[in-house]
């Protein structure tokens, strides 16, 4: 199995850009995740779906991110209008069959994006 | 809501050492514990988990228990290698999400052990 698939995973931007992360789950997982890495607050959920709709995007910072899960093999998350303070790790994270205590979540590689 | 507070180090070893890297959490009811560990320039990797009370998860030597009296989950491994240097994350997910919630992290410990 190939793992959780991100892309790109650097992304140089402008302030003001639009920027777009994309994720590929594990074949079969029903539950994706995408998690924001930055020295000042670690790691922190944005959203997660189940069976691609979206559960809890409480996590989202604000209008400016989005994201979507169009199908089971494919999720999206949005910057738009990018700002310095975006800059970050971007982790999707994929799992098997909600329901199960301890289910084990999987990681991508992350998305280093850096917004000048 | 649910919070994690471990450690943040960085925490240096010589090799062969013991390891122990404190973790505690809130939440409530009885959330699934999980210590993760991420290598330079890499994901997170799950490196053991226990779901209930005294369970003990273990892999490539590390060890935590869930004890659910003090809110805590320790790693412990009993002689570091240098190959163990990286992050490591304790986690937690809360026991109303029937496996489909996100996890909540705490800050990260960074492990240097020397040669």
């Known amino acids: 199995d190939a793992g959780v698939i991100q892309s790109p995973r650097h992304e140089v931007t402008e302030m003001g850009q639009e920027v777009t992360l994309r994720c590929k789950p594990i074949s079969g997982h029903n539950s994706l995740f995408w998690y924001r890495q930055t020295m000042m607050r670690g790691l922190e959920l944005l959203i997660y779906f189940n069976n691609n709709v979206p559960i809890d995007d409480s996590g989202m910072p604000e209008d400016r991110f989005s994201a979507k899960m169009p199908n089971a093999s494919f999720s999206t998350l949005k910057i738009q209008p990018s700002e310095p303070r975006d800059s970050a790790v971007y982790f999707c994270?994929?799992?098997?069959?909600?329901?199960?205590?301890?289910?084990?979540?999987?990681f991508g590689p992350g998305t280093r994006l850096t917004v000048l | 809501g649910n919070s994690v507070t471990q450690m943040e180090g960085p925490v240096t070893l010589s090799e062969e050492a013991f390891l122990t890297i404190n973790c505690t959490y809130t939440?409530?009811?009885?959330?699934?514990l999980f210590w993760y560990v991420q290598y330079p320039g890499e994901g997170l990797q799950l490196l053991l988990k226990?779901?209930?009370?005294?369970d003990k998860g273990s892999n490539k030597g590390f060890e935590a228990t869930y004890r659910k009296e003090t809110t805590s989950f320790h790693l412990e491994k009993g002689s570091v290698q240098v190959s163990d240097s990286a992050v490591y994350f304790c986690a937690l997910r809360g026991a109303s999400g029937g496996g489909a919630d996100g996890l909540t992290f705490g800050k990260g410990t960074h492990l240097i052990i020397q040669p």
């Open positions: 939440a409530t009811g009885y959330p699934s």
């Open positions: 226990a779901t209930k009370a005294d």
């Open positions: 994270a994929s799992s098997l069959t909600p329901g199960l205590a301890g289910a084990e979540q999987f």
